[in-house]
């Protein structure tokens, strides 16, 4: 799956910013990308870009329009669907993460169809694939994986992949969720995969490159987690990781949506994934921490990160606050 | 997905008894099941069946036709559609196993709403499942699992929930793949399940249950296999397994279809497996060790089961060739 870029970011008529997580990650990871947004009348989300209308947007160079916004539920609202005639009217392509497909939306396909525009539902894989091979293959590669969803594989990865570049490291960020594909413009939905494929999708999502190349992978799940494991370890499997980047929430005790469960001392999770690692590459490593501090204060992020440093031997940071530079380093000085 | 049992095989012109494995397996499992076989002219596989058309087979009572053949390629061939009609005009539901759809058989899925019957694609879900939730449910679950894929899980579940079955203990076999589910008559084909939903759909496979019944769950895949260990942990966390039964073939070094790797010594198997395991239920145990001997004489099958009983502490037999009684009272003694 490949996106036509920049985008356009279509905000419909989001009452709070919580539902426009998609748009703010568009916005602070590839404001480049980004080449205006579109809001409906009773909008409340600003992201502070320039106002445009699809036409005007594809004038500018757009190529696709992108609803950057998932409400509770995560269905597409009727009063979006004019827009999304005029974004095809227009010649742009419609992007969408919801659990709504496009074509289910009256007279969108045959629209797209008539102007020679591209549907893209990033939930669904768009390909089918083969079982992993588990044989390994040439290039180097980072995976971030975590105590729990949701605390920060997705901006730990790409974080590292953009300070990899920023010294001169050939790296691509790989995406495996919904945001990450909008950010990165490609990738592979992995918990929409058929289970049978999953080592075997992410052995295509980072595919053979050179040897001095990274590939910074987005994690999914949890290796913990009695939800998503099964994916986890077949992204583990498929992503073949020289090393791994353990994110986690300081403040958390136990799974979020299973809070009987729970998480395991760092030092038991570091381990468990590097088993796991090292059937598919005998020399996985892991390579620092990433704590989600969002909820701290700064002297007490500080103290969460010496914290986990002294538990598990690694340097550890919050990627958003502190940066990756100690990450990296560790990194590039063990390979 | 539940089958309209009795069957009528259709073995259509089947050259070689290896591509009838699942005929093999309908009749040696549930022979009761069965009515008889349907073979075409140049048929070379005999199950030693009552020979009937379709319309003989429903006059003696079967519910369903089911292909107990899947030719290398798991195509349909066009020399069988006129039976799969003239199943559907005598009233019996069609059922296969076979990557091609029924319901891409010309003008079949017409015949069959004609005739008011079914078409089963036992490779398709065919229903959705939401995510696992890991919350512990009553009754008591058995899961086969491997040190690799196609040595015997599924032989194995059967013959311990008959063995339960027979000493009055209430126990049900639960199928996670197509045969299993031709035997069953039930069953989550759980390769073909989104990744998302693994856990999920075997949660859903073995509902909760009374405190003392037991679903013997057919394993699937490998823990250490690069291909299919996303469905293995899975179907280990969904199932929630009080007891764990280890399958291996004691001629194996090395996985059969990816030969660089090489299968741990058994006791290290069962520590992964048990590992996985306790996340949902702590109380997991392993309760032996069943082995797939067939390529061995007896007196060396003797010696293998010998060899894995000092290596592990457990019980350790063929259940083909010596029966699982010694499991099965090691398991009952446990519990």
Redesign the interface.
Same mark, same amino acid.
């Given at each position: 799956m490949v996106l036509r870029k920049p985008y356009l970011i279509f905000l419909g008529d989001a009452a709070d910013a919580s539902d426009a997580k998609t748009a703010f990650g568009l916005r602070d990871w590839i404001r480049e990308d980004v080449v205006g947004q579109m809001r409906l009348p009773h909008c409340r989300v600003d992201l502070g870009l320039p106002e445009m209308t699809p036409r005007r947007a594809c004038a500018a160079g757009a190529g696709s329009l992108v609803i950057g916004i998932a409400p509770v539920g995560g269905g597409l609202a009727p009063a979006w669907i004019s827009t999304l005639h005029e974004a095809a009217a227009a010649g742009l392509d419609i992007v969408s993460g919801m659990h709504t497909r496009l074509r289910e939306v009256p007279g969108l396909a045959e629209a797209a169809a008539r102007h020679g525009v591209r549907l893209h539902d990033v939930r669904e894989p768009g390909r089918s694939f083969t079982?992993?091979?588990?044989?390994k293959r040439e290039g180097r590669r980072l995976l971030t994986v975590g105590t729990d969803c949701a605390l920060g594989k997705k901006y730990t990865a790409l974080a590292i992949a953009r300070a990899l570049q920023a010294r001169g490291v050939a790296a691509d960020f790989r995406a495996t969720g919904q945001t990450g594909i909008l950010i990165a413009g490609s990738g592979v939905p992995?918990?929409?995969?058929?289970?049978?494929f999953?080592?075997?999708a992410a052995e295509a999502l980072s595919p053979a490159a050179a040897p001095d190349h990274w590939d910074v992978i987005e994690g999914q799940g949890a290796l913990?987690?009695?939800?998503? #494991?099964?994916?986890? &370890?077949?992204?583990v499997?498929?992503s073949q990781p020289d090393a791994l980047v353990l994110c986690h929430d300081p403040l958390l005790t136990h799974l979020k949506d299973?809070p009987?469960?729970p998480i395991a001392p760092l030092p038991q999770v570091l381990d468990?994934y590097l #088993?796991?690692a090292r &059937?598919?590459n005998p020399k996985a490593l892991a390579v620092g921490v990433a704590l989600n501090t969002s909820a701290l204060g700064e002297p007490e992020a500080l103290r969460a990160c010496r914290a986990a440093e002294a538990l598990t031997g690694l340097p550890a940071t919050d990627p958003i606050r502190f940066g990756v530079q100690t990450l990296v380093d560790h990194l590039l000085a063990q390979q």
């Amino acid at each position: 799956m490949v996106l036509r870029k920049p985008y356009l970011i279509f905000l419909g008529d989001a009452a709070d910013a919580s539902d426009a997580k998609t748009a703010f990650g568009l916005r602070d990871w590839i404001r480049e990308d980004v080449v205006g947004q579109m809001r409906l009348p009773h909008c409340r989300v600003d992201l502070g870009l320039p106002e445009m209308t699809p036409r005007r947007a594809c004038a500018a160079g757009a190529g696709s329009l992108v609803i950057g916004i998932a409400p509770v539920g995560g269905g597409l609202a009727p009063a979006w669907i004019s827009t999304l005639h005029e974004a095809a009217a227009a010649g742009l392509d419609i992007v969408s993460g919801m659990h709504t497909r496009l074509r289910e939306v009256p007279g969108l396909a045959e629209a797209a169809a008539r102007h020679g525009v591209r549907l893209h539902d990033v939930r669904e894989p768009g390909r089918s694939f083969t079982v992993g091979s588990g044989v390994k293959r040439e290039g180097r590669r980072l995976l971030t994986v975590g105590t729990d969803c949701a605390l920060g594989k997705k901006y730990t990865a790409l974080a590292i992949a953009r300070a990899l570049q920023a010294r001169g490291v050939a790296a691509d960020f790989r995406a495996t969720g919904q945001t990450g594909i909008l950010i990165a413009g490609s990738g592979v939905p992995l918990d929409a995969v058929v289970a049978d494929f999953i080592s075997g999708a992410a052995e295509a999502l980072s595919p053979a490159a050179a040897p001095d190349h990274w590939d910074v992978i987005e994690g999914q799940g949890a290796l913990c987690h009695p939800s998503y #494991a099964g994916v986890t &370890l077949g992204l583990v499997h498929g992503s073949q990781p020289d090393a791994l980047v353990l994110c986690h929430d300081p403040l958390l005790t136990h799974l979020k949506d299973a809070p009987h469960v729970p998480i395991a001392p760092l030092p038991q999770v570091l381990d468990a994934y590097l #088993a796991a690692a090292r &059937l598919t590459n005998p020399k996985a490593l892991a390579v620092g921490v990433a704590l989600n501090t969002s909820a701290l204060g700064e002297p007490e992020a500080l103290r969460a990160c010496r914290a986990a440093e002294a538990l598990t031997g690694l340097p550890a940071t919050d990627p958003i606050r502190f940066g990756v530079q100690t990450l990296v380093d560790h990194l590039l000085a063990q390979q």
